[in-house]
């Protein structure tokens, strides 16, 4: 089993800025890819933004491009998401995904408990 810890959600203001870690421990095997969902009252889930093993070309939802970067440190097995300019409307809980890959090649999506994020105007 993967086990995924989330940390850096908490309360801010409008336009501050916070930092979510993701950090993945147990039988690690192959990660292809790591990214944040988050989850607002009333709303639908939305992928934010994800990052493949190599780090290369991220994807941003367009409530987030300009304003959030991911990246990650593969050494260590976690994944950031430094998010500026908050506004109210990024208030959700954040949730960690991974993309594992088994020896065999099994594929499975593991998921953090999710982070609270909340925005004040």
């Known amino acids: 089993q993967v086990q995924l810890v989330e940390s850096g959600g908490g309360l801010v203001q409008a336009g501050g800025s916070l930092r979510l870690s993701c950090a993945a421990s147990?039988?690690?095997?192959?990660?292809?890819?790591m990214g944040w969902v988050r989850q607002a009252p009333g709303k639908q889930r939305e992928r934010v933004a994800s990052?493949?093993?190599?780090?290369?070309?991220?994807y941003y939802a367009n409530s987030a491009k300009g304003r959030f970067t991911i990246s990650r440190d593969n050494a260590a097995n976690t994944v950031y998401l430094q998010m500026n300019d908050l506004q109210p409307d990024d208030t959700a809980i954040y949730y960690c995904n991974l993309q594992h890959a088994s020896s065999s090649g099994t594929p499975n999506d593991f998921w953090g408990p999710g982070t609270q994020v909340t925005v004040s105007s």
């Open positions: 990052i493949s093993s190599s780090g290369g070309s991220p």
């Open positions: 147990g039988r690690i095997f192959s990660i292809n890819g």
